[in-house]
């Protein structure tokens, strides 16, 4: 088989390509093994019976779980501007070892409205009392939170819409049991907010990279019956590339929990970050609040490398011709803040066939995703159609 050599290219192809830069728009204290004596917050009391309201997404107002009652905020509003970003590195020195940990001890928490008392973990800052079932939240400063959030998404999805999000989720799954889809299965509903860190950025990215062009030469060969054949054959001239992009991150979102699947949480994503509003304890009343246990140094490091994977796809964007290879980028980011939010989700139970399946409901945009069986025998039908149709293919092409 003859190759012939490459055809002589003019000499400034042989120049390394330079790019000018382009802008490019973005896409506590430790107490290990103690047992801290917290007293619930006194807050949002019933006017008519005295009991504690919850957050009702639904009707968008504190509502009493014992008479019904619906009331207003209870407490005076948030600071105008209470929404602010931290700058990312000053903290982290403030903070020192707690900017890289978490707390673990247990609580003793006292209920405000029957007086028991709770031992709770470290995840949790709320949920509800095991013996008289109030709704008890824990003052952030009482708890020794290095960082506490200052904003957070009201949850705007009802208990009954996240139900029945849920079963319209499954239903349209073609792999599901068909008995899965008729049975009213969900029976533990629980209405969490999680804790997320967010992330901006200004960002400089200088490049290389090998610009690939590709070009086409004329091959000879031998075909079975030893007569002479010619093909195009597709071959790549390498020059090197320079380049410089510059761009911005804004509310690079990463999980501060441990304790949901962080694949099924990512399928609720994204959560409209610019729909914060101010930390008030009347959107959280009634639901559990997980304290972070991502700590902020971890979630950082997890947030940029989130940036310098978004920078390697820009960068490779930017390289002229067909293709590239061995791409460089020495990201550089300067003015990095942080905050630390909360963002409601209903986490739904079911169980089928003696096991439990996990779902979730994004208790503001109301995307939803689960977890479920599959159905064997509809996988076998559809692997059987496939090698049916792969048979069929294979033999209209002989003949």
């Given at each position: 088989m003859e190759t012939p050599e490459p055809p002589e290219l003019p000499d400034e192809s042989q120049a390394p390509i330079e790019l000018p830069k382009k802008r490019i728009p973005p896409p506590l204290p430790?107490?290990?093994g103690v047992a801290a004596e917290v007293r619930?917050?006194?807050r949002h009391v019933c006017p008519e019976c005295g009991g504690k309201g919850e957050w009702d997404p639904g009707k968008k107002e504190l509502v009493c779980p014992y008479c019904g009652t619906h009331f207003p905020r209870v407490g005076p509003p948030p600071l105008v501007g209470s929404i602010v970003e931290h700058d990312l590195d000053k903290t982290l020195a403030e903070?020192?070892?707690k900017a890289s940990s978490v707390?673990?001890?247990s609580r003793r928490v006292q209920c405000n409205n029957c007086h028991a008392v709770i031992v709770r973990t470290a995840g949790t800052v709320a949920q509800h009392c095991d013996f008289c079932g109030s709704p008890e939240l824990l003052d952030y400063q009482d708890i020794h939170s290095p960082i506490t959030p200052e904003s957070l998404l009201p949850a705007a999805i009802s208990k009954e819409t996240a139900y029945h999000s849920l079963k319209k989720f499954l239903g349209e799954r073609w792999f599901a049991p068909n008995d899965l889809k008729r049975r009213n299965l969900v029976d533990r509903i629980n209405r969490v907010y999680l804790p997320y860190w967010t992330f901006d950025s200004s960002a400089e990215c200088p490049w290389t990279a090998e610009s690939g062009t590709y070009y086409y030469v004329t091959v000879r060969d031998r075909d079975a019956n030893g007569n002479t054949v010619t093909r195009q054959e597709r071959r790549v001239k390498w020059r090197d590339a320079s380049g410089h992009v510059s761009t911005w991150f804004d509310d690079i979102v990463v999980s501060g929990s441990r304790g949901l699947d962080i694949a099924l949480l990512q399928k609720l994503e994204p959560f409209p970050t610019k729909d914060l509003v101010p930390y008030e304890t009347r959107y959280v009343s009634g639901w559990q609040v997980e304290h972070y246990q991502v700590p902020l140094l971890d979630a950082a490091r997890?947030?940029?490398g989130t940036m310098e994977g978004i920078l390697r796809e820009m960068c490779g964007r930017e390289v002229p011709g067909d293709t590239y290879r061995n791409l460089q980028i020495q990201p550089e980011f300067s003015?990095?803040?942080f905050k630390h939010i909360l963002v409601p989700i209903w986490l739904l139970a079911y169980q089928y066939r003696g096991k439990i399946w996990q779902g979730a409901v994004n208790a503001v945009t109301g995307s939803t995703h689960a977890r479920f069986p599959l159905s064997w025998w509809k996988i076998a039908f559809v692997t059987l159609l496939v090698i049916?149709?792969?048979v069929i293919v294979a033999i209209i092409s002989k003949s």
């Open positions: 430790e107490q290990h619930s917050l006194e903070l020192g070892d707390d673990t001890s997890h947030g940029f003015d990095k803040t049916l149709v792969i």
